[in-house]
């Protein structure tokens, strides 16, 4: 019953490569798959989520210039 522990003789770094590769992977699928089969809802929540980045980037950006300026 040891399968579900990490190797010892595996490295953090290795086994954390290994599961942002698998991450990666996961990821490039699912985004075949939504693309594959689009339908408008799917669409409209990926836009969404794109417009939610564009924000918190913005903001951001300007946190990072009020920081610049205060300095």
Known sequence: MHEDQPDP????????????????????RHRDVSYAG???????SAN????????TISSLNSKIQKSEESI
Do not use: G, N, V
Not at 9 to 17: Q, V
Not at 39 to 44: I, K, V
């Open 9 to 28: 003789s595996l490295s953090s770094e290795e086994e954390e490569r290994k599961t942002e590769k698998y991450a990666e992977s996961k990821r490039k």
């Open 38 to 44: 689009r339908s408008d809802q799917s669409h409209s």
């Open 48 to 55: 969404k989520r794109r417009r939610r980045h564009q924000e």
